[in-house]
């Protein structure tokens, strides 16, 4: 297998220092370009050979909503009221509660941590964004390069919902949040990575099950926490779409993968750590800290104490695990990832529902048209 040294570029997955010193130099640039490998495949076998996909396709043309006229895009937002409320409902650690003693924060009071409340929200809102750019390209991808023409139609309609994605994000930062942010620097590597790989199925693995899975779960854990009605409801909506996607990644891997060989097996469970990685290190916020002019590793190291980050971090990962397992790639040659995700200390999510039907009870477009129906 390859080392650490070799997939993620340090030796230790913890070493804050190197995460660190990865940052976006680039964060004036208009354009990202990358280079996009990989075959356009046709194929002229037209038959539906794949029923699984099929009925996939089915429901996806069935729940397509509008981002302009299915949100309520009138609901006013005010992001400090927000960042209070929140706090409060979910007994969220507030800034002042940390021990900052002898640390870059200890002269911040109510007013800096409500900022840092209200940056937090610009930060993580624009990942999301730039994250759906990047299913948005990757999607196109896999319609050229995947050789069953049961997922090119379903993924020709998961290109239309990662268009809405980005519609609605870049929506809710413009009219209802106070700033972007520019693209994350592990987030860039990793799309840019994902992209870069010739494999067909590495766009699939690094974006169906890796990125999608973890969004899933941090939309899933925002949606539950956010007091704001509107946010509430976009993330109900996106995740609806974003658990049949991942389905989409589940089922297309779990048929391909029964024909590779134990050393192609070895570099899917590699390409997934590196995923898992470049993933959790996003996560630092370590932009947030640099737009407030503080010591990043300090920053790190005091807003790390509070409980629920800790747990935030491990469940971003209760998706991608039992994913992950499903498809063999957990337990495959000597289990190597197994021991991965030990040491990521995410592996207790190994037995979670997995995502392969999961999809169904998600769909909440069809719920609520369902029950307009009724109301009718
Ligand atoms: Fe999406
Ligand atoms: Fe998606």
């Known amino acids: 297998m390859a080392t650490h040294q070799e997939i993620i570029g340090r030796d230790d997955i913890n070493d804050l220092e190197a995460i660190l010193a990865i940052s976006n130099t680039d964060v004036d640039e208009i354009q990202h370009i990358v280079e996009s490998n990989g075959d356009a495949i046709f194929t ?31 609901t006013d937002v005010d992001q400090e009221h927000v960042v209070l409320a ?10 002042p509660e940390l021990d900052t003693k002898g ?18 929200q610009n930060w993580t809102l624009s990942q999301f964004l730039h994250g759906e750019q990047g299913a948005l390209i990757c999607t196109a991808k896999v319609v050229e390069t995947v050789p069953w023409i049961d997922a090119k139609y379903y993924a020709a309609t998961q290109v239309m919902d990662e268009a809405r994605h980005v519609e609605v994000f870049a929506k809710y930062l413009d009219e209802k949040l106070s700033g972007h942010y520019p693209i994350n620097a592990h987030l860039k590597l990793l799309l840019d990575d994902i992209l870069h790989d010739s494999r067909w199925d590495m766009t699939y693995l690094g974006m169906q099950i890796m990125v999608e899975g973890l969004a899933l779960a941090a939309f899933g854990f925002i949606q539950q926490m956010t007091t704001e009605p509107l946010l509430k409801k976009l993330l ?47 996560f630092l916020q370590q932009e947030v800290f640099d737009h407030f ?5 300090e920053a790190v190291k005091i807003v790390m104490q509070a409980p629920e980050r800790e747990l935030f971090q491990t469940m971003l990962f209760s ?9 063999g790639l957990l337990d495959a040659g000597d289990a190597w990832l197994r021991d991965r995700f030990t040491e990521l200390g995410v592996i207790q999510f190994e037995d979670w529902t997995d995502t392969g039907e999961e999809y169904s009870t998600l769909d909440e477009v069809s719920k609520d048209r369902d029950e307009a129906a009724v109301n009718a």
């Open 86 to 95: 929140n706090a409060l409902a979910n007994n969220l650690t507030f800034g």
């Open 236 to 282: 109900r909506y996106v995740m609806s779409d974003e658990a049949r996607h991942v389905a989409f990644g589940v089922l297309s891997l779990q048929e391909y993968y029964q024909q590779l060989t134990a050393k192609e097996l070895q570099e899917r469970q590699e390409f997934a750590f590196e995923a898992a990685v470049r993933m959790r290190d996003r």
């Open 44 to 74: 002229w076998d037209y038959e539906r050979s794949r029923p699984a996909l099929g009925k996939l396709y089915e429901r996806a043309k069935k729940s397509q909503w509008n981002a302009q006229t299915d949100l309520p895009w009138d």
């Open 293 to 297: 002019g503080v010591d990043t590793k």
């Open 103 to 120: 640390t870059p924060f200890e002269k911040w009071g109510d007013a800096e941590w409500l900022d840092f409340g209200v940056q937090s």
């Open 319 to 327: 998706k991608i695990v039992p994913n992950c397992k499903k498809l």
